[in-house]
Each structure stands twice: as structure tokens, then as C-alpha cells.
């Protein structure tokens, strides 16, 4: 199985602030890997797939980079919709593992 | 419009079986692969099951496997999740979801879960 870590765990931010999130593979998973918010009581949203490319309708201040075993999520300018919790996951091989989860939270 | 209506969650005994209900609107629905999707009481995202567009081919996480069965009925544009020997373990929000597809530099076809139910809470406790 991959194991995909995320850090951090938690964090907290501004609105307006500038935040990163990272991924780690356990192997290099070239761009097979995908971005999801999830909030409470909803269904999780798709945000950002292949590693980069930002899925239809998501505001443009999510942004996505990487490939093999490091990628990063970017949030620009963060507003207080953003305030969730964010999961990594990678379609390389099954299981399609995700990773544990960043919780953003409010300074 | 795309939508995704789980249904069938609810309390359960250990050892005990529900099944699990998907319907499919606004989208062909058998040209596209399934998932399910879980997500414990304060836990984490956790990958169940996949069924491809034509149902010939199936996987399962670990966790699941020899008691938990997908399948999908092109006819009623459903998807299903036959849960068997339930463990307490299994309480979780059961999330279906759309499996999205993209072909970059004409080699790497990369999938993704674009669109998703609301869920619907499966309890297994005595």
C-alpha cells in the first residue's frame, strides 16, 4: 500500500494569509494525486486533480505542484469559506490511500 | 446536473448486513467508473470500494474484502454496497463517488473523484 502523509496536521491561519500543505508518497506516484476539502456534514469537494490542474469551478487562489513523491496545496489570500480540512490522495495503484488530513483552522 | 443520492445507512448489529444504495442522475452513468468512500467519527477519508463503467472490474481496501460487495445496475442508473458481517469498525459516513477521468501527454490517465453523494451514516453497534 502507499502511505501518504500530510503537515501539517493542523494549522492555523488569517483570513488573507497564505497557506501551504504538504504530501508525502511513500513511492513516487508521478502526478496521481489529488486535492479534497472536506467541512462538516458535507461531502467532500474536489479541488485539485492530477497534481495541478484545478477542478472546474474552484476559485483560482487553490493551486497545486509537484510530482513523484512531493506535492504541495496552496491556498492564496485565504478566505473564511477555506476553513476545513484538506486530504491528499493518490490513484497510482489501490488501495486509493489518502493521506491523514489538514485541518485549517482560525487564528 | 450531476447527482449522487446514497441511501440504506442506519443502526446495525455486529455480525449483521445492510446494503447500500447510490442513485445516478445527470450523467451517463455506465460510462463511468464508482467509488466508495468512508469516513469514520472523527477519522479521516478512507477508500472502500471501486467498480469500473462495466462492472468487470472490482477492488476493495483490506479492510472490507470477503464481506463487503459492489456492484451497479446500469438499468436504474444505481451503485451498491452489500456490507456483510458488520464490525463496529464500519460506523461511518458512506460516501459514493463519481470517478473523473484525464489522459496527460497522452500517457498518463489520471483519475479523480469529482462529484459526491452526501453520504448516509451506517452504525454498527449492539
Known amino acids: 500500500d502507499i502511505q501518504m502523509t500530510q503537515s501539517p496536521s493542523s494549522l492555523s491561519a488569517s483570513v488573507g494569509d497564505r497557506v501551504t500543505i504538504t504530501c508525502r508518497a511513500g513511492?513516487?506516484?508521478?502526478?496521481?494525486l489529488n486535492w479534497y476539502q472536506k467541512k462538516a456534514g458535507k461531502a467532500p469537494q474536489l479541488l485539485i486533480y492530477a497534481a495541478s490542474s484545478l477542478q472546474s469551478g474552484v476559485p483560482s487562489r487553490f493551486s497545486g505542484s509537484g510530482s513523484g513523491t512531493d506535492f504541495t496545496l496552496t491556498i492564496s489570500n485565504l478566505q473564511p469559506e477555506d476553513f476545513a480540512t484538506y486530504y491528499c490522495?493518490?490513484?497510482?495503484?489501490?488501495?486509493?490511500?489518502f493521506g491523514g488530513g489538514t485541518k485549517v483552522e482560525i487564528q | 446536473e450531476v447527482q449522487l443520492v446514497e441511501s440504506g445507512g442506519g443502526l446495525e448489529q455486529p455480525g449483521g448486513s445492510l446494503r447500500l444504495s447510490c442513485a445516478a442522475s445527470g450523467f451517463n452513468f455506465s460510462t463511468f467508473d464508482m467509488n466508495w468512500v468512508r469516513q469514520a467519527p472523527g477519522k479521516g477519508l478512507e477508500w472502500v470500494s471501486f467498480i469500473s463503467g462495466s462492472g468487470g472490474t472490482i477492488y476493495y481496501a483490506d479492510s472490507v474484502k470477503g464481506r463487503f460487495t459492489i456492484s451497479r445496475d446500469e438499468a436504474k442508473n444505481s451503485l451498491y454496497l452489500q456490507m456483510s458481517s458488520l464490525r463496529a469498525e464500519d460506523t461511518a459516513v458512506y460516501y459514493c463517488?463519481?470517478?473523473?477521468?484525464?489522459?496527460?501527454?497522452?500517457?498518463?490517465?489520471?483519475?479523480?473523484?469529482?462529484?459526491w453523494g452526501q453520504g448516509t451514516l451506517v452504525t454498527v453497534s449492539s
Open positions: 463517488a463519481r470517478s473523473g477521468r484525464v489522459t496527460l501527454f497522452g500517457v498518463l490517465t489520471i483519475t479523480y473523484s469529482d462529484y
Open positions: 490522495q493518490q490513484t497510482y495503484s489501490t488501495p486509493l490511500t
Open positions: 513511492q513516487t506516484i508521478s502526478m496521481y
